[in-house]
């Protein structure tokens, strides 16, 4: 196994923290998440003679079909369950398969991690996805050729690292503020400073200024948690009032100290108050007790969820595949078919199939898969259908893993007669129907991908933009793979980025659930290459919905022993 020894993590993507806009569909989200994975182990091999084991975990992630070093744990000495400190933190892309391998040695003192097979206690292979998608992996430990590592086993703990997750709306008041002017009374405002930790200040916000008046109230504010207090709750924050100078000489009126945590008192029916006080009347006068009152009214928290936080909730990721059986790809006997099988090679409906499923297999505990096919003759009766199941199984369309849905495929070939037109809109408002019910459980519970697999520009234009925008309103986004050399160019109108789809009667999607690519403009490129491109807009999409419909994440389920995955040989 080829190491680079020394290698560092891979230098992360900056990203900036701005103030969070409260959700709408048209908010830009960003993608690129980091994770934290911590690791412990239980019952490993004793490879040394007097004491136990001193194990050390080396994590390695498979770059280029190479597998790279990114870190490694700190030794625990003589311990053969141990839990190790160190955190491992990883870039997270959902259009990726992200291969890491955990590989248990025993350390020798200075002569640190031995590569030996002698000192190796076992290795694990997963994916990023995996891991994020169950919270808690558990699995065995495995020697060389696939050996068991006797009753070794390794868990990997998952945990987004959260930046800017939302933002908070505050209510302020004061009451019997003193009183700088001479013939009226304050004109008072409030500033709002985050305390850097070089003590340096930092100003969040300046309210209006509420003319005449000793007992202001403010109005409501909203401000990002990372703009407030870097989202630390107990950041200390400086709040000063003054009264309001035309000319820029704004009087002092007050000041006091608080932080975020303190603040959190005022939800619900609660109020917390300071005194609003001036040190130098605190000095000067015996019986000072304060320079008026500041009441925070109100508070409300509104998080702004990331796609990790939803899959980590339980959200599973439903994939659907709809495959184009119109005459138009050819006699599948024939080499020139676009549905032909050779056993040698997979054709574009398969390539397209299996690099976008296994993508999304990772985030569906069950591993099934729908399959339909369109434009296709069916038995017994060989009429023309637009959403048929490949299994042929009408009650259950459902196929066991992406190896399933290939076999379906291959299987269903010799038993349908290819035919036409190109209906894409029946299958669109068929996982549609299944969303909708989804919908109405008020939970981020499951999302639902349609992957379309077609030859040519679909027939039912109308119908499709129709049921595109209806959809736009349920937990589903559909992706639309062009297979074969047709001219694709009116179907780029149901992707939406160069402009808002709409339906025949003028209504606009709600989002842009739409991703067409062209095959071909992969075909000399990695299998990799078509999954990032389709995928890569499914996490947005998913944000999008739930905060339109503000359905939170799902409380995670209790963390048990992942028994779903499969072993690496």
């Known amino acids: 196994m080829p190491f680079a020894h020394g290698a560092t993590c891979p230098a992360s993507r900056p990203t900036t923290m701005g103030e969070a806009p409260e959700p709408s569909p048209q908010a830009p989200l960003a993608v690129l998440s980091k994770v934290e994975l911590r690791v412990s182990c239980k019952h490993l091999l004793d490879r040394d003679t007097l004491n136990k084991s001193d194990p050390c975990v080396l994590l390695l992630m498979q770059s280029q079909g190479q597998w790279m070093e990114v870190d490694r744990s700190e030794v625990i000495k003589s311990n053969l369950n141990p839990v190790f400190a160190k955190i491992f933190t990883v870039d997270y892309y959902f259009e990726e398969v992200q291969k890491l391998r955990f590989e248990v040695y025993d350390s020798h003192g200075h002569a640190g991690v031995g590569t030996h097979d002698d000192d190796f206690l076992g290795g694990m292979e997963c994916t990023v996805g995996q891991i994020v998608a169950q919270k808690r992996v558990t699995k065995p430990l495995f020697l060389k050729y696939g050996k068991f590592a006797g009753k070794s086993t390794i868990t990997v703990i998952s945990e987004e690292i959260s930046g800017n997750n939302g933002y908070v709306e505050l209510a302020f008041r004061a009451k019997k503020l003193d009183d700088k002017d001479l013939f009226s009374k304050s004109d008072p405002f409030l500033e709002i400073y985050r305390i850097d930790d070089d003590r340096s200040e930092q100003l969040v916000y300046r309210t209006e200024v509420v003319k005449n008046n000793l007992s202001p109230i403010w109005e409501p504010f909203k401000v990002s948690l990372n703009s407030l207090c870097s989202c630390e709750e107990k950041r200390r924050l400086r709040c000063v009032v003054w009264d309001y100078d035309s000319r820029g000489k704004h009087d002092f009126i007050g000041e006091f100290f608080t932080t975020f945590e303190e603040m959190q008192k005022a939800m619900g029916e609660n109020k917390v108050q300071w005194d609003c006080m001036n040190p130098k009347y605190k000095l000067k006068k015996r019986n000072y007790k304060n320079s008026g009152v500041v009441v925070l009214l109100d508070l409300k928290i509104h998080r702004v969820y990331s796609f990790l936080d939803y899959i980590m909730g339980g959200c599973q990721i439903h994939f659907t595949v709809a495959i184009d059986f119109t005459a138009s790809n050819g006699d599948p006997r024939n080499s020139c078919s676009l549905h032909y099988i050779n056993p040698y090679q997979p054709n574009e409906y398969l390539k397209?199939?299996?690099?976008?499923?296994?993508?999304?297999?990772?985030?569906?505990?069950?591993?099934?898969?729908?399959?339909?096919?369109?434009?296709?003759?069916?038995?017994?009766?060989?009429?023309?259908?637009?959403?048929?199941?490949?299994?042929?199984?009408?009650?259950?369309?459902?196929?066991?893993?992406?190896?399933?849905?290939?076999?379906?495929?291959?299987?269903?070939?010799?038993?349908?007669?290819?035919?036409?037109?190109?209906?894409?809109?029946?299958?669109?408002?068929?996982?549609?129907?299944?969303?909708?019910?989804?919908?109405?459980?008020?939970?981020?519970?499951?999302?639902?991908?349609?992957?379309?697999?077609?030859?040519?520009?679909?027939?039912?234009?109308?119908?499709?933009?129709?049921?595109?925008?209806?959809?736009?309103?349920?937990?589903?986004?559909?992706?639309?793979?062009?297979?074969?050399?047709?001219?694709?160019?009116?179907?780029?109108?149901?992707?939406?980025?160069?402009?808002?789809?709409?339906?025949?009667?003028?209504?606009?999607?709600?989002?842009?659930?739409?991703?067409?690519?062209?095959?071909?403009?992969?075909?000399?490129?990695?299998?990799?290459?078509?999954?990032?491109?389709?995928?890569?807009?499914?996490?947005?999409?998913?944000?999008?919905?739930?905060?339109?419909?503000?359905?939170?994440?799902?409380?995670?389920?209790?963390?048990?022993?992942?028994?779903?995955?499969?072993?690496?040989?």
Do not use: W
Request: aromatic fraction near 8%.
């Open 352 to 569: 397209a199939l299996v690099a976008v499923g296994e993508i999304c297999q990772d985030y569906d505990s069950d591993k099934k898969f729908s399959a339909l096919g369109f434009g296709a003759r069916i038995p017994p009766k060989y009429e023309v259908s637009h959403d048929f199941a490949i299994n042929f199984n009408p009650d259950n369309d459902e196929c066991e893993g992406i190896q399933g849905v290939v076999e379906s495929y291959q299987s269903c070939l010799p038993k349908i007669q290819l035919y036409g037109p190109t209906n894409v809109a029946p299958i669109i408002s068929k996982v549609a129907r299944v969303a909708a019910d989804e919908e109405r459980t008020k939970e981020a519970s499951q999302y639902f991908i349609l992957l379309i697999l077609t030859d040519g520009v679909v027939t039912d234009m109308a119908d499709t933009r129709e049921a595109i925008v209806r959809a736009s309103y349920l937990p589903m986004s559909i992706i639309i793979v062009g297979v074969g050399n047709a001219d694709f160019t009116d179907m780029q109108i149901l992707d939406g980025d160069d402009g808002v789809l709409r339906s025949p009667k003028g209504e606009p999607v709600l989002r842009d659930i739409v991703q067409f690519v062209p095959f071909r403009e992969f075909k000399n490129a990695s299998p990799t290459a078509l999954a990032k491109c389709v995928l890569a807009e499914v996490p947005k999409q998913v944000v999008e919905y739930y905060s339109y419909k503000a359905f939170p994440p799902r409380c995670p389920q209790p963390d048990t022993p992942d028994s779903n995955l499969s072993s690496p040989q």
